[in-house]
């Protein structure tokens, strides 16, 4: 069922990031909304924003990780707080926060840093909280095939803290449960109460 060498992760489509093309659509953009880009301190912005919207959009390669559950081990393994970095794919505002990423072990366990590295693969891109969530549970379920996933992602937008509402200090909570997570209760309250999020 599964290979003994590890799965490489890449980010799927290749982005095809063209930097001289992003600098100066950059450059563009910024003088279309009046700022003057001729200063010393600021020459170079348009350059520093491709590089870093760049860096925001590419997750780096990984191995995906596995060990046979050998002692047969089957009680919850719960990562908690992974940081998480995105843009909002509304307004390419940043959105950060944390997320607690579980599973029931079925015939694999997994490398815990491969927990983190699954999150930040779907994060490095645009994209809306309740997709990558459930891209990080469905992701884990398909190629891990335990007997239960738990996704909770806690993070703060800028495009409502910044603009718009300015709802400073607010938190956007989202989750997705799979297979006994979902299906038991006493499982699913487990998974929450170990990721500190209330029910």
Request: glycine letters at 8%; proline letters at 6%.
């Amino acid at each position: 069922m599964f290979s003994a060498s590890a799965l490489r992760v890449v980010h799927e489509p290749d982005p095809g990031i063209d930097l001289a093309a992003a600098e100066k659509a950059a450059a563009e953009f910024l003088r279309a909304l009046g700022v003057e880009l001729d200063s010393e301190s600021l020459i170079g912005t348009p350059g520093r924003m491709a590089r870093a919207y760049a860096e925001l959009f590419t997750p780096r390669p990984f191995n995906l990780t596995t060990f046979p559950n050998d002692e047969g081990y089957d009680e919850l393994v719960l990562a908690r707080a992974i940081p998480v970095r995105s843009v909002c794919e509304h307004h390419l505002l940043p959105f950060v926060g944390v997320a607690h990423v579980g599973y029931l072990p079925g015939e694999r366990i997994l490398g815990l840093s491969k927990l983190a590295r699954i999150v930040e693969h779907f994060a490095r891109r645009p994209q809306v909280q309740e997709r990558l969530t459930k891209q990080v549970a469905d992701w884990l379920a398909e190629h891990l095939q335990p007997k239960g996933v738990g996704v909770v992602i806690e993070a703060e937008h800028s495009c409502m803290t910044l603009r718009g509402v300015q709802a400073v200090g607010s938190d956007t909570v989202t989750s997705t449960l799979l297979g006994v997570l979902r299906q038991d209760a006493r499982s699913r309250q487990e998974f929450f109460a170990l990721a500190g999020v209330n029910a």
